[in-house]
């Protein structure tokens, strides 16, 4: 990848990318301010297109979910790279999202978390075409919807299950860390689990089964449920729910549980743990009681983010690594993150997450902020990276062979 840095073209890209970077903060700041809670990201999503479409990428397009792509295409018979950004964040769509700023740093909900990813998106896009650089594969940039919570990852999987696109390797922009590099995929079962009964007054009623008692019986069993180590697997009640007041018995109680691991066969055993002891400890409450009236549960799962597998040693990691370390950022590797990564490292595909540029603290707090030192950076690393990945016309070779979708052995020099 050293080897990029000897083509004038490049080094006038990077210096681009360095000129830019107020533009790049302004257009972060003018995201910001464009509410986006998962699955409400049709304003964000409309920005995006009209920066696209502004910059002059082609097939540019918002999705039935409310994706947003557009492309460079490539000069020959070589890969397809998609760079991604989510639009979502994790707060309402009430949530004051008025800008403050103290001395040099920013603070705003949702500033970093992935606005800044998405600026830095558009920033690498406006570069390649401002500068006309042509990359041998094709480039998809791409801000996608609903990466967060509850939003289980649909814009990513509506990509890889409706595309028409034979997509490569995948790049996403989500990482706290600049030299981060995420190249493993935690998976996830979220379930709501929701337990209903005939309800009653706490004196005169005494002796119905109650709600909340079996909840609570489930939750103490979950409590004492083990895990191993390696490969790293959790679980948490996040979120409980129920009653009317304190002498009522409830007639409905419900709780949310997080169930998370970096292997799919851990993810199926404790899921099943979960199911089994939901029904043990509702039967037990209703055995409890001498009544004909019961309680019952309802499980739904509203969460569903497969896990993968993917060498360190990979070539796609190590390109991101060398990018790091061309461009001046310390790269360091990660793999505590379920991020948009997790659909393509689940199908086989190349694929990590990457970090954003500047100083930032207090991510999904509304407290966050940013401080844009050296933010270029990210962006300058970003854009060696798909050209090492896709290759340069006339320049270097793709790192991505896609006979037979293998990344090559050669990082290059």
Request: charged content about 25%; some cysteine.
């Amino acid at each position: 990848m050293k080897k990029l840095l000897n083509n004038e073209n490049i080094i006038n890209a990077l210096q681009f990318i360095k000129e830019q970077d107020n533009k790049t903060l302004q257009e972060q700041l003018e995201l910001c301010e464009i509410p986006a809670p998962s699955h409400h990201e049709e304003k964000r999503a409309y920005y995006v297109k009209e920066k696209f479409e502004e910059i002059g990428l082609e097939n540019v397009k918002i999705d039935k979910v409310s994706n947003v792509m557009g492309t460079i295409p490539g000069s020959g018979n070589g890969p397809t790279i998609m760079i991604a950004a989510h639009t979502d964040t994790v707060f309402p769509i009430e949530t004051d999202l008025t800008i403050k700023k103290k001395d040099d740093v920013y603070y705003c909900p949702g500033i970093n978390d992935d606005t800044r990813g998405v600026a830095e998106l558009i920033t690498i896009a406006r570069t390649m075409k401002k500068l006309n650089i042509q990359p041998i594969g094709n480039i998809i940039f791409c801000a996608n919807v609903c990466e967060e919570g509850l939003g289980d990852l649909k814009g990513v999987k509506y990509i890889f299950g409706n595309s028409n696109h034979s997509i490569d390797a995948f790049i996403s922009i989500d990482n706290p860390v600049p030299g981060g590099i995420v190249y493993t995929a935690t998976g996830s079962h979220r379930y709501q689990i929701t337990f209903k009964g005939p309800g009653g007054h706490s004196f005169a009623d005494f002796g119905l089964p109650n709600p909340i008692h079996a909840m609570g019986r489930v939750i103490n069993t979950i409590s004492q449920f083990q895990v191993p180590k390696i490969p790293k697997t959790t679980f948490n009640v996040g979120i409980i729910e129920g009653g009317t007041s304190v002498n009522t018995i409830s007639e409905s109680a419900s709780m949310l549980v997080d169930i998370r691991s970096d292997c799919e066969e851990e993810l199926t055993r404790l899921t099943n743990e979960l199911k089994n002891a939901v029904k043990q400890e509702v039967k037990n409450e209703n055995k409890k009681w001498d009544s004909k009236e019961e309680v019952i549960a309802e499980i739904e799962m509203k969460g569903n983010r497969p896990a993968g597998t993917q060498s360190q040693d990979s070539i796609i990691v190590k390109a991101a690594w060398e990018a790091a370390n061309v461009i001046g950022i310390e790269p360091e590797l990660r793999n505590e993150s379920s991020t948009d990564a997790n659909i393509p490292i689940n199908m086989g595909i190349p694929a990590i997450t990457i970090g954003r540029g500047g100083e930032e603290g207090k991510v999904h707090t509304t407290d966050e902020w940013f401080k844009p030192t050296n933010a270029f950076l990210a962006p300058q690393r970003d854009l060696i990276l798909i050209l090492g990945l896709a290759g340069l016309e006339n320049y270097i070779e793709p790192m991505i062979n896609t006979d037979n979708k293998k990344l090559k052995n050669e990082i290059g020099d």
